[in-house]
């Protein structure tokens, strides 16, 4: 069973390196290159549904990539980790490693790591169940994708997650067992 995991395309937001939590941004004309970019790596993976989460985003960016047509799934579980009341400050204004950092996350009433990891892994385990022999496509942020990324291995002995995000419209791949 392959979960491919696919973070949305690029948004105003993100080019002014505001933090993106759960307002509904849309993807700008940059954003939606990416996507049709990404469908032709998306048009040739045997995925049987797709999972996303349901951010205006990402939906766009899904509608973008499912060319073979499945079955899209919204899922709360898949929306980006909650700033709360720091959203929309500029990322390069406060220390955004530590708020990517396990143990050092807690910024005013921001979701923790471990509070979204919480729910993420839970979606995790649930397909594992539900949909055993089946391949995904999951179109989310790139906070869930940390958090993914975790899931398949582990979280640095730092835990500091900050590096392992990826880039608008970049797929990868993992196996779940």
Not at 149 to 167: H, V
Request: aromatic content about 12%; some cysteine; hydrophobic content about 35%.
């Amino acid at each position: 069973m392959y979960i491919y995991v696919l973070r949305h395309g690029l948004t105003d937001w993100n080019i002014q390196r505001k933090l993106l939590s759960v307002t509904d941004v849309d993807l700008n004309d940059i954003g939606i290159e990416q996507c049709e970019a990404a469908k032709k790596l998306v048009e040739n993976l045997g995925y049987d549904f797709v999972f996303c989460s349901p951010k205006l985003r990402t939906k766009h960016t899904a509608q973008i990539v499912n060319v073979q047509n499945k079955p899209i799934i919204y899922d709360k579980r898949l929306i980006e980790r909650d700033a709360k009341s720091i959203e929309g400050i500029n990322v390069d204004d406060f220390d955004y490693r530590a708020y990517w950092t396990l143990g050092k996350d807690e910024y005013k009433d921001s979701e923790t790591i471990e509070e979204c990891k919480k729910r993420v892994y839970e979606f995790l385990d649930e397909l594992k169940k539900e949909y055993d022999g089946k391949n995904i496509l999951i179109v989310t942020h790139n906070g869930i994708c940390r958090i993914i990324n975790t899931y398949f291995n582990g979280f640095p002995k730092r835990g500091d997650i900050f590096d392992i995000g990826q880039k608008n419209a970049q797929l990868k791949m993992y196996n779940l067992k």
